[in-house]
């Protein structure tokens, strides 16, 4: 049986890259998509996200537009990282459906508590969304079955202050209230994702295909290797949200620690910072599974091959 999957996003390159492997699962079904502030504004990424759905032959998939700002902090866009659009050099056209009119943060909840399945949630953006709605209705806590979220950075530097992870520390009090509220969670942070190296190499594979599909990843990802080139002096890009979606379906990608963490939101330079009590100090029962050990390609070789089933299905039609 396949899982049912809600996705919380802000498209985003990485967060695209995720959408379309969800779309490529066979091993899941992707029930919808919230949009949040991040990459870019809401309306900026609710508009991708439609493209994308659209760009893959799934404009079916209903898309719910979210919060537009932190619960505290003021708003952090990243156009250095994604491009003012949020896809990089992708150029995808105007979709032509629209967003639902329910709020994103009460799709959540309607999602996870009216189901007759069972639902996931994968987060793979600022928490706003998540953490309103564990506020309006706390009982998704209990009802959720699973919630996989990109984020933090445990024993590896940040990637927006030398502290932070971006997701984290966009909207640090909605990942405050998220990680405090006892659901059950399964960390992606940076300690995994900067392993796994999306290559020139990778991208030449995609495109022996000529597809829609391939030419979006090439310009989307031209732009995210030029950010990783300029900022962090990698080759290559760090694909971080597709890592999140496959752990849904391909657990053994990753080896988990159960872990208590915790988040920065004191007003100092680690806001943001995720840290894992990993001797016990607090006392605390861990509240998530962290994954801190990964097999990078066993997730790229994954990721390679479904882009290219996804890309030729779509061509043959
Ligand atoms: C996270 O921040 C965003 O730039 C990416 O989409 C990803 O979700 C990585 O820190
Ligand atoms: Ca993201």
Redesign the pocket.
Known sequence: MPKHIILDT?P?I??SLAILLALASPEIVLDGISTIH??ASTAQVTRNALAILELAKAGNIPVYAGCELPLVQPSLL?PE??GDSGLGYAKLSEPLGRPQLKHGSDFLIERIMSSAEEVTLVA??PLTNVAMAIRKEPRIVEKVKEVFI?GGAIRHQG?TTPLA???TFVDPHAAHIVFHSGMPMILTP?DVTYQCIFLKEDLDRLLKIDSPITKFIADATRFYMEFHDEYQKIDGCVI??PMTLALTFMPEICDYESLYVDVDISTGVGLGNTFADFYNYEKKKPNMKVALGVRPRMFMELFLERMEKLAESLSAR
Request: hydrophobic fraction near 15%; glycine fraction near 16%.
């Open positions: 802000d985003g990485d967060d991040g990459n990243s990282t994604h793979i953006g990109m990637n992870e971006y997701n940076l971080n949200d």
